[in-house]
Structures are given as structure tokens and as C-alpha cells.
């Protein structure tokens, strides 16, 4: 028998490693004229084709992958023309669909999307792993509809994939099919998975995060697992994308502390980490430290995932917030660009989610380096993806930037007629009416409506609401001071002080007072001070000291004071010359 030889064959050759010794077998038996039996001819030819899809698999383990394509696809000619098998039942052969699926995979690492989905679509009844596989490359190519009838052939082989459940909520799947997907799993014991899709529909596709942090609780409450990664790792990004940051950084931790290696939703904590724009319990210091950590961590375990290059991007992009060398900065701020542009390739809209938070990433480090109209584009790509309130937030940031009001007020009237109940939608509103004269006495009436919307007087507010209305406060002081109405402005810049001493009310407070006159210029200073005191990178802070310095000291009086010195020099020379 033929496959006693291949035994014989690797006692006289025991340390060559996989890939040389089958290539050293082909070789042997390629170079022997060995003449069979009719009735093993057939076994010899299936004994072949056994060989060669191990080889291919073997080289598939060391990377040589085009060189295991070709093997595969001689073996998949031998399953052709088997002696005495009519050629329409070879494609039943044992090996047939495993060859196919492992040249696709050879095709899809060359990134040959067209050629890994006709292997894949010539296998005969595809098993899960294929069908898996074949509607991913449905989905890198757009054909969304070819992926949701894999997806769900899927399903109907195996219903607990729920990778395969969860790209169809991706894709779209409308709210009327919800109940069929529901109906899959019937039963008690099926019941936390169909809280787990009502989750996932709340997440994937409405982007409403309270009410899936209402779903993600009764899947707790099912379930009973208080340390389910996932149920944890959803909840801490709904606490982010809500502004709670401190919520979300103490289930991050706690995630962290689970599983030290796990890379899902990582990207999303290293942003938080890197968060310039709402409180934290960490100090700056830590902050930088615990980031750092973090991308030891997941680079030195898993360095060519993409959530790993996401989370190298944000630390060189925080970084080179730090750096006071331009030409250090300048590098960290390319790399960062780099990694997310890898990361990017990688994801290659496989997964929606993941791709856009690629996305977005890549366009906050564009915005952060004021390459604005490139940031835009990438906003209007992660458009197609989700209709996140952070992209809007984004896009009116860019136009204003550029600037480019009548986008800007666009952007701002898409995200108010997605979310007219959402206070951070009113504050965008009102942000971009105050950008411009004539539509500045409309901005005060979003600004308020949000504060009311938080009913800060009625019930307890989070750090997150405490952030949103601080937003609103600052808008609406905004408005106040441009219409030179100071002492309203401080009123409420006072009243939110009360509510939350941070640095931006300080910061606020000293160009109000500034404003308001010299009597009012201690006051400013005292502000001023007190901000940076809070968090020494504020930079509207330091601009406004820096002004106010200037006002209360003006070049003019260092130079007469100057000229009185040089007077007073030149008569003590006059005094020694006599």
C-alpha cells in the first residue's frame, strides 16, 4: 500500500520537518515508474491526492501559500479524472469541498477576492466554515444580499452561530425580519439569545445606546454571568458613547482584569484613555500611563490584529499631543495615520462595526493635524456605515474649520432630524448658529432646550450628563458674551461651576471677566490661574493668561520703562565723566 510507503519513507528520514519530507515523498514516487494492479491504481491516485492536500496544508502552515495553491489544484485535477468515477460525482469526493475551501483561503491571503469566492462557490452543499467564509467575501466586494442568503444558510445548519446572526443585524436586516431571526431560538433555554438580538439590533443598528444598555442589563439578568466579556465590554462602550466615562473606564478595568489579552473593544478604551474632551478619573499622568499599558499589552500578544494597530494609532496620536519636538511630533503623527490606514485595509468592510471604527479613528488623527478636508471624507465614508452622533459632531467641526458653514449647518440639521431628542444634537445646532452673525439669536433657544432636556433641577445627573451640560452651558455663554451680555454669562457660567468645577468653566469665566472690563481683570486672573491648575494642557486657558498679561502689561510700557533706564544711565556716566 501506498500509504505504507509514506510511513517507510519517514523512518529513514526522521529529521526533516512537514513541509520537506512530503515534498521529498511527491518527489520519490514522481521519479518511480511503479507500475499497479488495476483494481489499486484507483487507491494510489487517492492516496495521491491525500498527500498533496496535506503538503498544501502544511506550506499553508508556513506561509507559502501561493505554492499551496498549486499543489491543492493538483489534487483537485486528480479528483477530476479518478479511474472509473464519471466526472460529475467527483465533486462528492471526501476531499473535493476541503481542497476548494483551503485554495480559497490561499486565494483570499493574496487579497484575490474574486478567485477565493469561485473556489468557494464551486463547492458542492457548503458546511458552516465555508458558507462563513464565501459570506465575508460577499461582504469586501458589496454584494450585501449574496452575504445575507450565506449568512442564513448559516443559520439554518447551525442556528447557534451567532457571528452569522450578528452580520445579518449588521447588513441591515429590517426590523419585520427581527421576529423570524427571534423565532429560531424558541424555548427557555434559548431565551438569553433572543435578548442577546435585541441588543444587537439596539447597537448595530438604531445606535441607540441607553436602550441597549436596557437590553444588555436583562441579558445579565438571564444569563446570570456577572463576568460575561462581551455583555461587559458592549456596556462599557454604550457608557462611552453616552459620555459616562467613568462608568465606562471602571467596566474597561474590570474587562481588563478578566482577560488582559483581549482585543475586543480595546480600540474604543484606548480613545477613552486618550479622551481630551470629558472627564476622567484618572489624572493625565496615569491616563498616559495606563495607555501605554495597554499597547504593550495587546501589541506584545496579538501585534497584527487590527484592533491592535487601532490602539498603536491613538498612543502615537497622544504622544505627539505631548511632544514639544515638531519633528518627533510630526513622526508620531504619521505613524499613527499609518497604523490606522493598516488597520483600515485589514478589516476591509468584513465587519461594518469594526470598519468604521477604523474609520473614525483615522478621521479624529486627520482632524487633530488640521488636514480637515481629508477628515471629511472619512466622516462621510463611516456615513454609510452608521449615522453615530459623533460623526456629525465631527463633520461640523471639520466645516467650521475649513470653513464651510453652509456643510456645516447641514450636518448639524442631518444629526437634529435623526436625534431631535438628544440634547448633544441641539448643542450641535446651536454650535453652528453661533459661527455666523445673522443666524447667531437663534443659537440661544438649542442651547437651553438642552440643558432642559437633562432636567439638571429634578434629578440626579451622571458625569456624563454633568459633561453634555457643561457643553450646553459653555455654548450658551458663548452666545451671551458675543452679544457682550457678560453678566449673564457669568451668571450661568457660575451657576454650572457649582455643578462641576472644571477648567473649561474657569477658562470660560476669565474671558467673560476679561471681557467685562478692567475692574473685573483679578477676577480673570484668578480663573485663569485655577484652570491650568486643573489641567495644566488647557490651551484656551493659557491664551487667554497670555492676553490678559498682555493688556495689563503692554510692550509699550516695558519700552518707556526701558527708556528711563537708559536715561538714568546715561546720567550716571555724565555724573562720572565730571
Known amino acids: 500500500m501506498i500509504l505504507a510507503q509514506v510511513f517507510n519513507f519517514a523512518t529513514n528520514q526522521p529529521d526533516q520537518p512537514p513541509v520537506a519530507f512530503l515534498h521529498s515523498f511527491v518527489l520519490f514516487h514522481s521519479s518511480n515508474n511503479l507500475k499497479l494492479p488495476q483494481d489499486e491504481l484507483k487507491k494510489f491516485f487517492e492516496d495521491v491526492i491525500s498527500i498533496l492536500r496535506w503538503y498544501g496544508e502544511a506550506l499553508i502552515g508556513e506561509k507559502e501559500h501561493a505554492r499551496a495553491r498549486e ?18 460525482q467527483s465533486r462528492t469526493h471526501e476531499h473535493f469541498a476541503p481542497i476548494l475551501e483551503l485554495i480559497g483561503d490561499c486565494y483570499t491571503e493574496a487579497s484575490d477576492v474574486n478567485n477565493a ?21 460577499y461582504r469586501t466586494k458589496g454584494k450585501d444580499q449574496d452575504a445575507i442568503e450565506c449568512f442564513q444558510s448559516v443559520l439554518r445548519k447551525d442556528r447557534y452561530v451567532l457571528t452569522a446572526a450578528e452580520a445579518l443585524i449588521q447588513l441591515g436586516l429590517p426590523e419585520s425580519q427581527k421576529k423570524d431571526l427571534k423565532a429560531m431560538y424558541v424555548g427557555t433555554q434559548d431565551e438569553w439569545v433572543r435578548r442577546w438580538i435585541d441588543t444587537k439590533f439596539e447597537l448595530e443598528q438604531k445606535n441607540n445606546h ?4 436596557i437590553a ?5 439578568m438571564i444569563t446570570q454571568r456577572v463576568n460575561n466579556l462581551e455583555s461587559i465590554l458592549d456596556t462599557a462602550y454604550c457608557r462611552f458613547m453616552l459620555y459616562e466615562n467613568d462608568k465606562a473606564l471602571e467596566l474597561f478595568e474590570r474587562a481588563s482584569k478578566i482577560d488582559e489579552y483581549n482585543v475586543y473593544r480595546m480600540d474604543t478604551f484606548a480613545r477613552l484613555l486618550s479622551s481630551t474632551t470629558a472627564p476622567l478619573l484618572l489624572s493625565s499622568h496615569r491616563q498616559q500611563s495606563r495607555l501605554s499599558t495597554l499597547a504593550r499589552t495587546v501589541t506584545h500578544n496579538n501585534p497584527k490584529a487590527p484592533e491592535t494597530q487601532l490602539i498603536m494609532a491613538v498612543y502615537y496620536q497622544q504622544l505627539s499631543r505631548r511632544n ?5 511630533q510630526t513622526q508620531q503623527q504619521q505613524l499613527a495615520l499609518k497604523l490606522a ?3 483600515i485595509q485589514k478589516y476591509e468592510k468584513r465587519n461594518h462595526r469594526k470598519y468604521a471604527e477604523g474609520l473614525l479613528v483615522k478621521a479624529e488623527i486627520l482632524m487633530s493635524i488640521s488636514r480637515f478636508d481629508e477628515a471629511v471624507l472619512c466622516y462621510h465614508a463611516l456615513h454609510v456605515f452608521c449615522k453615530d452622533i459623533r460623526i456629525y459632531e465631527g463633520l461640523v467641526k471639520c466645516y467650521l474649520s475649513i470653513p464651510q458653514h453652509k456643510d456645516a449647518f447641514a450636518a448639524a440639521n442631518m444629526a437634529l432630524k435623526l436625534y ?3 440634547p448633544h444634537t441641539q448643542i450641535l445646532q446651536g454650535t453652528v448658529l453661533l459661527s455666523k452673525a445673522e443666524t447667531l439669536p437663534n443659537a440661544k433657544q438649542y442651547f437651553e432646550k438642552a440643558i432642559k432636556m437633562l432636567g439638571i433641577e429634578t434629578r440626579s445627573t451622571s458625569v456624563g450628563d454633568l459633561y453634555t451640560i457643561e457643553k450646553a452651558t459653555l455654548g450658551l455663554a458663548e452666545y451671551y458674551t458675543k452679544n457682550q451680555q457678560y453678566p449673564e454669562a457669568i451668571k450661568v457660567l457660575n451657576d454650572q461651576l457649582r455643578r462641576n468645577d472644571s477648567d473649561l468653566i474657569h477658562c470660560k469665566l476669565g474671558d467673560a471677566y476679561t471681557q467685562s472690563g478692567p475692574i473685573s481683570y483679578e477676577i480673570a486672573l484668578s480663573h485663569y ?16 493668561l497670555a492676553n490678559l498679561e498682555r493688556v495689563l502689561h503692554p510692550p509699550q510700557e516695558e519700552e518707556e520703562v526701558q527708556e528711563e533706564i537708559d536715561d538714568i544711565d546715561e546720567e550716571d556716566q555724565i555724573d562720572q565723566s565730571f
Open 324 to 328: 514639544t519636538d515638531e519633528n518627533q
Open 210 to 213: 441607553r436602550e441597549a444598555l
Open 341 to 343: 490606514n493598516r488597520a
Open 529 to 544: 490661574h485655577t484652570a491650568l491648575s486643573k489641567n495644566p494642557q488647557n490651551a484656551l486657558a493659557k491664551e487667554g
Open 71 to 88: 499543489y491543492l489544484k493538483q489534487a483537485k485535477e486528480i479528483i477530476k479524472h479518478l479511474p472509473g468515477v464519471p466526472t460529475e
Open 216 to 220: 444588555l442589563d436583562k441579558l445579565q
Open 420 to 422: 431631535p431628542n438628544n
Open 117 to 137: 469566492i469561485n473556489a468557494l462557490e464551486e463547492i458542492p452543499n457548503r458546511n458552516v466554515s465555508a458558507n462563513m467564509k464565501l459570506a465575508n467575501l
